[in-house]
Each structure stands twice: as C-alpha cells, then as structure tokens.
C-alpha cells in the first residue's frame, strides 16, 4: 500500500458545523487520520467526508469579513491585469465575490456549491454556478461561456476529493495560452510551524508543491511560477499553464522544490517527525491551558476558525478551559463551537476588562488583532497560540 498513516487527530465534528443548541443529540464525528503517499509524496486525510455534509447553504465562511484579506485580494487582481491582461475569469470557489468584484469590466464567473454565498454574487451580477467543480459543469460552463483566460482558485482545489478530475476540467476550461492560479495552504509551512490545524475535514488535502508537481504530471498543465504567501498561516499561490504554452518557468519553482527536499519531505520519516512534534504541542498546550485555569484565570476565545475546531477537539480544550469566543462572522454569533460546544458571541468594542487570556484561534491573522486589540495589550492581557509552538505572547 503507498498510502500510510502517520498522524492521528481523533475524533472531530464537522468544523463548518456551528451548533444552534449547545449539547445536540447526534452530532457527527470522524476519525481524522492524515497519510503520506509514498508514490505521489501528496498528504491527504485518510477518509474523505462527504462533501454535502460540509458545503451547504449554512456554509459560515465569508471571506470578506476580513481588512486582510479584502485588501490582499484587491492586490491580486491589480497584479494579474499587470501581468497577464485576461479578458475573462473563471473562479473555482467564489465564496462571497471578494475577488471577482475586482474584475467588474471583463467575462467573469463563478463556481460556489455554497448556495447561500452563491446568491450572493449571482444577486451582484457576477453570474454564479451553485454547484461543485467537476468535469460535467467545466463542460456545461466551456458551452456556454466558452474558454478563459484565467482561472483562479483559492482554498477550494484542497477541498475536492478526486484531483484528478478537477485538474482536468480546469485543462478543459482554459485556453492554451490561459493561466491557472491556485493557492491553498503549504504542507512546508504546516510541517515547519507544527500548524496541525490545517488538517480538518474540509481540507481534503494539503499540498507541497512536490506532490501537486506529481499530480500535475499526468495532465497537460504544468508549474511555471509559485509565490509564497502569509495568507492562512503560510500558503502557495501557484501558477499552471498547459505544457503547450511557452510561458518561461521560473526559477521560483526549482527552489521551493528543492527546499522541500531538503526539508525531506519525500520521506515518510518526515512526517513521522512532524506527527511526534504535534504530540508534544498537544501536551504543552494542555499544560498551559491547565495551569492558567488553576490559577482562576479568565480566557476566551478570539475567531472560532475552522482550523480551531482541530485543536480544541484534539486538546480537549472545552467550555471547562474557554469561556467563551468572539467571531465577527454573523452567522457563527449566538452558536456553539462544532464538538466542544463553547459559545460564540458577537465581539463587543474592545475585549471585556474581566478577561486576561485570550486564545487566538485565528493565528493567522495576529497581526491584524493585535492592532485591533492595543487596549487589551496596553492593560496587560496576554495572547495564547500554538503556532509555532504552545506560547503566552
Ligand atoms: P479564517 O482565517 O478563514 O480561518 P479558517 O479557514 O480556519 O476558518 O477565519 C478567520 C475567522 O476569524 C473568521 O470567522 C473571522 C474571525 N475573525 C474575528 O473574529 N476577528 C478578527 O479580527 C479577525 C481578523 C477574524
């Protein structure tokens, strides 16, 4: 078998699964188990849950939420046009239109199988298909729409299960002189940051170019460029082309390789390593959790992300650790956290005063928050992260 275990996170909730009451009688749980495949070096979960169970119309995600990510997406798209002028954009997992509202003079359209963000966009005029991305809609899009010169993807090629399938309706779609840009989470990153919360039912996969570069292999597509991104912790945009094209490959793509070979990342002892660095950063976290609670401190939550669900089932963390988490995004406000059922408040003008600790479940945008949160800082309230290691900041 090419395909081994070597990481196993316990039993998890849906992480999309906000909960309405706060102890539900039959909530769904895995058994979320991570593998390494020796023949492709792709990481991936060992079973795969099934999609309609977590992309649905009450998907809670919506990427406009965020200054950050408004901002870096309004970026992007003045980049592309720089570099590659596409008079068409096809996006693979639109969410709320936070990029395609970019492109407001050329063809675009939308795949978002999420019919709540879906109406969304289709409600702003960027035509949307509420369906998901596999080779019956890429040809029903090609009839209609015809060929585009880009398409683009971020944090949704991870999610769908048979890769094969989607790198081909992508070939099928683009035009040959087309760009396809994907970006989703690094494996580099997880593995050098012990961010083991980037595995969670969603994503599917987490991809090293390494392995992407083998999945490529048996398509007509091709790397030719990869930029490095702060965006989720650590992702990969990645820049595909078809073979055919004679776009130069830069240089970029043999150095990320290589620093993944020196990282072994096409050993399975790799993983291993980084499996018995999860361990530890479980316990540590455990530890810090424990004593401060022993100590009567105050802590709460800041962004019920889906990467925390990971975390807080695996530690244990619960409403015996965290009081409370605040989460911007209307739709989790007044639910409960998936399997540890903390309660999720609206974030009030500044963190309450009682309050001394505060765990970031959304690491990823520290920055941010601390800028957001000076207050807090300034009276002597501290931060909690796991990333890159279990520490008060
Ligand atoms: P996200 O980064 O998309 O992580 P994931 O993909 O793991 O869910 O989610 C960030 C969450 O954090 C989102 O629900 C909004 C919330 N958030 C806050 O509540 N306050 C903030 O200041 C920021 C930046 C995010």
Redo the contacts with the bound molecule.
Sequence with gaps: MSKIKFLSLGKQPITNNFLIEQNPINEFFYDLNIVYDENTNVVSLENFVPPERMFNETYA?RAS??I?MRESNKLLSENITKRFNPKSVLEIGSNDGIFLKNFPNIKRVGVEPCKNLADITNGVNIETYDNFWDLGLSKKINKIHGKFDLVYSANTISHIHDLNDALQSVNLILNDDGVFILEDPSLLEVIKNTSYDQFYDEHAYVFSVLGLNNLLEKTELEIFDIEKLTT?GGSNRVFIKKVRSNKKISDNVSKIINEELNMGMNKFETYQKFAQNVINSKNETIKIFTELRNNNAKIIG???????STILNYCGLDTKFIDYF????EN?QGKFTPGTHIPILK?ADGIDSKINYVFL??W??KK??FN?EKKFIERGGKFISHVPFPQII
């Design positions: 995600h939420m965020s950050t989720h800041y962004g019920a992300t889906y990467k925390s605040t989460d911007t995004t989790k974030p479940g959304a990823n945008f941010e928050i957001k």
